[in-house]
T-cell receptor, first 113, second 114 residues
């Protein structure tokens, strides 16, 4: 069965530092890949997605992610963290024609001043 | 533009009580779904619908009931609440029934069962 692993339930970085949130999936078929962000006491919102084409995907708020098929990874990065980036981030995958997303457990990003 | 609206935002129930969480979307989306979110477990799909009159079970459907009589509304019913159903519930919709994963979420309903 398809699964999604997010390495680290909490990641702490200093303001201005690189943000790297890791996501690995298990699939024999290239899936659709997503990152969602959840700010405190809010619903989730789509940050970026990969379906086909260019493997480096840019999203909102300066985030980007790269699909690496050989590594079955879709890590999320941002060159310079901002205090407003503090939130929980979820990686998710789906397969064409499948009605269900498979979710990672989430990574809480903490920004140190 | 309202998007996905969930009510109530907070609810406390006693074990055995029943209640309905309401979800409405004004975007004419075909696909609607209910998730529960528990710490360290990500989101788990309870039920989903690909159109009016069509519903199906997700990963954790036991103890919950849904119906989809209109495109806009997708209520979630707890038949006999149990403490294990204490959670935050999210309704989410997507424009197309085949669901490419682009979900629009409500703000959540926090349920406590005593």
């Amino acid at each position: 069965a398809q699964s999604v692993t997010q390495l680290g339930s909490h990641v702490s970085v200093s303001e201005g530092a690189l943000v790297l949130l890791r996501c690995n999936y298990s699939s024999s078929v290239p899936p659709y890949l997503f990152w969602y962000v959840q700010y405190p006491n809010q619903g989730l919102q789509l940050l970026l997605k990969y379906t086909t084409g260019a493997t480096l995907v840019k999203g909102i708020n300066g985030f980007e992610a790269e699909f690496k098929k050989s590594e079955t990874s879709f890590h999320l990065t941002k060159p310079s963290a901002h205090m407003s980036d503090a939130a929980e981030y979820f990686c998710a995958v789906s397969e064409l024609g499948n009605y269900q997303l498979i979710w990672g457990a989430g990574t809480k990003l903490i920004i140190k001043p | 533009n309202a998007g996905v609206t969930q009510t109530p935002k907070f609810q406390v129930l006693k074990t055995g009580q029943s209640m309905t969480l309401q979800c409405a979307q004004d975007m004419n989306h075909e696909y609607m779904s209910w998730y529960r979110q528990d710490p360290g477990m990500g989101l788990r799909l309870i039920h989903y619908s690909v159109g009016a009159g069509i519903t199906d079970q997700g990963e954790v459907p036991n103890g919950y009931n849904v119906s989809r009589s209109t495109t806009e509304d997708f209520p979630l019913r707890l038949l006999s609440a149990a403490p294990s159903q204490t959670s935050v519930y999210f309704c989410a919709s997507s424009p197309r029934a085949e669901n490419t994963g682009e979900l629009f979420f409500g703000e959540g309903s926090r349920l406590t069962v005593l």
